[in-house]
């Protein structure tokens, strides 16, 4: 069955370093990958998106890589400030359809 | 910056009855959808609306719903028969066009308790 897995337990984080997140799929042949935010009882707010033929996109403080060979997304955020405190989703877009199927997401505390 | 708006922030409605949740799309928009989570759990897709028709739906997207753009700004989930399993946040999401995968922006949702 495809499954969309990330870290369940909350990363707690010292401000100032990176936080590093794991997105694994299996059975899905993703063209695309987003990362998003969620803070509490708010909607998903975009990030980055990351295609199939890419390894690494950058924005900001943020850098996605994607290696479709380990079926794996790498999520890390340098310079971890305690407003980057909320959930982040991994979300896959598949050729030929219009939905994305998100895994459960990985929550982040930053301590000051 | 532009968003996606949605209305209400949250629904509370008795078993049987039917709601509908509303959202403005961001303007220049073309694709449509609507996604569900369930309280600790993940987003699920349920229905996605292009050129005023479905393009593609979930297994979640009974009969007992629907979707319609009554005119050119709303984009409106109807619920006929609402089940005490329909309790969630919906989601409803817009993107620009489907060409070189765009993202889909979400809104903040409305929350739907079903007593």
């Known amino acids: 069955s495809q499954k969309i897995e990330q870290n369940s337990e909350a990363l707690n984080i010292q401000e100032g370093k990176t936080a590093t997140l794991t997105c694994n799929y299996t059975n899905y042949s993703p063209a695309y990958l987003q990362w998003y935010r969620q803070d509490p009882g708010r909607g998903p707010v975009f990030l980055l998106l990351?295609?199939?033929?890419?390894k690494e996109k950058r924005k900001e403080r943020l850098k996605v890589t994607f290696d479709t060979t380990l079926k794996q997304s790498l999520f890390h955020i340098t310079a971890s400030q305690p407003a980057d405190s909320a959930t982040y989703l991994c979300?896959?877009?598949?050729?030929?359809?219009?939905?994305?199927?998100f895994g459960k997401g990985n929550q982040v505390v930053v301590i000051p | 910056e532009p968003e996606v708006t949605q209305t209400p922030s949250h629904q509370v409605t008795q078993m049987g009855q039917e709601v509908i949740l509303r959202c403005v799309p961001i303007s220049n928009h073309l694709y449509f959808y609507w996604y569900r989570q369930i309280l600790g759990q993940k987003v699920e897709f349920l229905v996605s609306?292009?050129?005023?028709?479905?393009?593609?739906k979930s297994e979640i997207f009974d009969d007992q719903f629907s979707v319609e753009r009554p005119d050119g700004s709303n984009f409106t989930l109807k619920i006929r028969s609402t089940k005490l399993e329909d309790s969630a946040m919906y989601f409803c999401?817009?993107?620009?066009?489907?060409?070189?995968?765009?993202?889909?922006?979400f809104g903040d949702g409305t929350r739907l308790s079903i007593l």
């Open positions: 990351i295609r199939e033929n890419e």
């Open positions: 979300a896959l877009g598949t050729r030929g359809n219009n939905r994305l199927a």
């Open positions: 999401a817009s993107r620009f066009s489907q060409g070189g995968y765009q993202p889909q922006h």
């Open positions: 609306f292009y050129n005023n028709e479905i393009s593609e």
